[in-house]
T-cell receptor, first 113, second 113 residues
């Protein structure tokens, strides 16, 4: 494993509640990412970060926000969870952007009822 | 290859045989390609990568072949073992940035004893 810890590993929440997922890395990589994985789709980018306090939107960012106050931590927040956000969420890290592989955590399975 | 719905393409091979998993990529501008392995309940695991200035790259028991003329990528696994059973998917990077990385939906490799 590439020193990436996601928490929680599983969460069930109700529609309309806020949810925060945490990603912690020990590799000191500059770039961090949040993806979601759904049946019938490849991994889809939600948000990414290229440094502390520097973040940008991905392909499916609506309904999500992120924060990165320290190099090692990247938080994903669903301000008001909806059933369409039921998914498996993966955090990833990389040394550079576009030319090196991403290394993934083991995911958080989120169910919104 | 790529899936078109909820069911992934499946490749079934005998233990000890070689496996070849294929991926058709979409963007002729893609210049970096990655293969991942994903076991049930885990995050994607980096296997091997290749840049567009190469047509072949070998790792431990794995070889990636790139045919830019027909936009085709393949992963060959030698002497397939039970531990190779997983979903394999490719990723291509055409944009050079985080949002330029596109993931395929994957192929499920099943190892027959």
């Amino acid at each position: 494993d590439a020193g990436i810890t996601q928490s929680p590993r599983h969460k069930v929440t109700e529609t309309g509640t806020p949810v925060t997922l945490r990603c912690h890395q020990t590799e000191n990589h500059r770039y961090m990412y949040w993806y979601r994985q759904d049946p019938g789709h490849g991994l889809r980018l939600i948000h990414y970060s290229y440094g502390v306090k520097d973040t940008d939107k991905g392909e499916v960012s609506d309904g999500y926000s992120v924060s990165r106050s320290k190099t090692e931590d990247f938080l994903l927040t669903l301000e008001s969870a909806t059933s369409s956000q039921t998914s498996v969420y993966f955090c990833a890290i990389s040394e550079d952007i576009g030319g090196s592989p991403l290394h993934f955590g083991n995911g958080t399975r989120l169910t919104v009822t | 290859g790529e899936s078109v719905g909820l069911h992934l393409p499946t490749l079934s091979v005998q233990e000890g045989d070689n496996s070849i998993i294929n991926c058709a990529y979409s963007n002729s501008a893609s210049d970096y390609f990655i293969w991942y392995k994903q076991e049930s309940g885990k995050g994607p695991q980096f296997i091997i990568d290749i840049r567009s200035n190469m047509d072949k790259r070998q790792g431990q028991r794995v070889t990636v072949l790139l045919n830019k003329t027909v936009k085709h990528l393949s992963l060959q696994i030698a002497a397939t073992q039970p531990g190779d059973s997983a979903v394999y998917f490719c990723a291509e990077n055409a944009g050079g940035g985080a949002d330029g990385l596109t993931f395929g939906k994957g192929t499920h490799l099943i190892i027959q004893p």
